[in-house]
């Protein structure tokens, strides 16, 4: 039984539309006009325990709406959610138990006091026993080394801290489904790792699902199985993200050195010139090109060195969005 | 103690013991809002003092209103509810946000906040109470337990029914972003029809039986008349009447705001 499945997801918004000026504002107050917004439309998939899965997409694209309709904090206009065999409307305290919903920009922990208290405040609210509190508050220390920000207050901590600390507070009562929006969001490449390697291990000791979004697509690379691609608010794409690349990625970029310089209308008979800037330049091929032309350029100029990788993953995402969203106003 | 019961009393002292500790970060706020709290019968005392220097109005001597706008203010002090500006902000930044996933009604968190919050302003003005009552005996109440006893129910039934009136109020951000200004406005009214600026039998008598019709005296004026030993026999029963009817109708209303609100949460803040 998969841990979550979305099945016809749909949520549209009223959103009052108001003409300009006073006019307008007056006109809305006595006869408001309502246009529906549809932030997530017909949205199916479903995730096996365990895996970890990264939600891809544009601002407002529908990520946040679909993530907050799963963890029961949205009520969907349309379609319906299971998780860990649960109704995430009717499940009650049960349901809540089994999951976490983390919000990069929202907070849980007491701004005034240090997190020790949120967390103390939680084994209350979760009921955990006095044992397992203690075993799980110990593991998340070590594993998200907040030894020393423990006893600090909250306003006093930086922002990787605290995400740290939200985290911690999030997974006390060990939760076996993992919503997180934005975990790593303004976060230095340190704090990001940090968050990363946690959440590996998490789902390696205790088993969870973890379902994330994140604009970083170092988070989905390091973390994620599989990918939810949406786009105003319609799922694009789910498999893996190895597949998607292969797919939309149709060049390969060689990346050279050069000895000494050479025109860019040379280099241009090997590839397109993405850039070129004695010495680096950066050519890109069809796929299928790619080795003859890497053949042909240590043959006839002068190279000191050269790779053969794959275009930037934002760039294919962006490409696919691209196609995506012609494939859907087609 | 059943394991419940056990579950119950934790998750209470612990959002208390957060509610005090937070508190404790803003010792100055918390003497600033006791002085507003203070202030509003102060100004009405002076006014009425200087009015019954030549004789008492309406049955009201010196010593009585003294003796109403001191129970007036500690009364206030245990049953007002500000909770239509937090839900407000819950509601309309998206705290709700991390307050629904948890297995605990934030309803609880309120009510918890309330008890907190009326303990500590309470208790500062009890002792205020006190002190003052040492230096000026007009503001001395005849100890009666009785009437204590009968006060506190009073006085429980009203700061539910504020909880109640302001938690509904709030709900109302759900819909629109003005739910505190509702809530101004009732404040508004409530200066007058609660009793909060005079004693509810000084007011005309059409006032007053528009007050009657509505909740505003059993908020305010029916507990604070019964500490200062005003309400008797059958007129006693009939403030709790009214009280408990008030208390089941916003019940009511606060369990429809509710559960028709959260269906329509935007859920905002990312």
């Known amino acids: 039984m998969p841990a979550i499945a979305a ?31 549809k932030a997530v439309t017909d949205v199916s998939f479903a995730i096996e325990p365990g895996e970890i899965v990264a939600f891809l997409g544009p601002n407002g694209a529908g990520k946040t709406t679909t993530l907050k309709m799963l963890a029961g904090l949205l009520y969907p206009t349309r379609g319906s959610v299971e998780v860990v065999g649960f109704n995430p409307w009717t499940g009650g305290s049960a349901f809540k138990r089994r999951i976490t919903l983390v919000l990069g920009q929202r907070q849980q922990l007491v701004w005034d006091l240090p997190p020790i208290e949120t967390f103390t405040l939680n084994r209350a609210i979760y009921d955990i026993p006095d044992a397992d509190f203690k075993e799980r508050l110990d593991e998340l220390t070590e594993l998200l080394d907040l030894g020393a920000v423990l006893d600090k207050p909250v306003r006093q901590l930086s922002l990787g801290e605290r995400m740290k600390c939200e985290l911690a507070a999030a997974l006390l009562h060990r939760p076996s489904v993992l919503f997180l929006d934005e975990p790593t969001l303004g976060l230095d490449v340190t704090a990001q790792e940090a968050i990363r390697r946690f959440l590996l291990s998490y789902r390696d000791r205790h088993g969870a699902t973890i379902l994330l979004t994140s604009h970083y697509m170092q988070d989905v690379t390091a973390l994620a199985s599989r990918v939810l691609m949406i786009n105003r608010g319609r799922l694009l794409y789910d498999g893996a993200l190895e597949a998607l690349v292969a797919k939309i990625a149709q060049a390969k970029r ?68 691209a196609l995506g969203s012609e494939n859907g106003d087609s | 103690m059943t394991a419940a019961a056990r579950v119950w009393a934790r998750r209470y002292g ?75 902000r819950w509601i309309r930044e998206g705290d709700l946000n991390f307050k629904l996933p948890r297995p605990l009604h934030p309803v609880h968190e309120a ?10 302003s309470a208790g500062t003005l009890l002792l205020i109470w006190v002190v003052v009552s ?36 709030g709900l109302m951000a759900f819909w629109t972003t003005r739910a505190t200004s509702i809530m101004e406005l009732h404040a508004g009214i409530s200066l007058f029809l609660a009793g909060r600026i005079a004693p509810l039998s000084l007011l005309p008598p059409v006032v007053a039986g528009v007050a009657s019709w509505l909740w505003f005296p059993y908020m305010l004026s029916f507990p604070v008349t019964v500490l200062t030993g005003a309400v008797h026999g059958p007129a006693l029963w009939a403030g709790f009447r009214g009280q408990l009817i008030w208390i089941g109708i916003w019940l009511f209303a606060c369990r429809t705001a509710w559960r028709a609100g959260i269906k329509r949460y935007g859920a905002a803040g990312g």
């Open chain 2, 134 to 169: 040492l230096v000026w005996p007009v503001v001395r109440l005849p100890f009666a337990p009785k009437t204590f006893a009968i006060t506190a129910v009073a006085v429980v039934l009203a700061a539910m029914l504020r909880f109640l009136i302001s938690f509904t109020t």
């Open chain 2, 14 to 88: 612990a959002l208390m013991r957060n509610a005090w500790m937070v508190d404790l970060q803003y010792r100055a706020s918390i003497v600033l809002w006791v002085l507003w709290g203070v202030m509003e019968p102060a100004i009405a005392l002076g006014i009425w003092w200087s009015i019954a220097g030549t004789g008492a109005v309406g049955g009201y001597t010196r010593t009585d209103f003294a003796r109403y706008f001191f129970a007036l203010t500690l009364v206030n002090q245990l049953t007002i509810a500000w909770d239509s500006w937090y839900l407000d």
């Open chain 1, 254 to 321: 060689l990346e050279i050195v050069l000895q000494r310089e050479v025109g860019e209308e040379v280099l241009a008979r090997f590839g397109e010139v993405k850039s070129h800037r004695f010495p680096n330049a950066v050519l890109e091929t069809p796929r299928e090109h790619a080795a003859a032309a890497s053949a042909r350029l240590l043959a006839e100029l002068p190279i000191a060195d050269i790779s053969i990788t794959d275009p930037p993953i934002e760039e294919v995402i962006q490409r696919a969005f």
């Open chain 1, 7 to 37: 099945t016809g997801l749909s949520k549209s918004f009223q959103v009052k539309v108001r003409d300009s000026g006073l006019g307008g504002a007056l006109r809305a107050l006595f006869r408001p006009k309502y246009r529906e917004v």
């Open chain 2, 111 to 120: 009510i918890a906040d309330n008890i907190a919050y009326k303990a500590r």
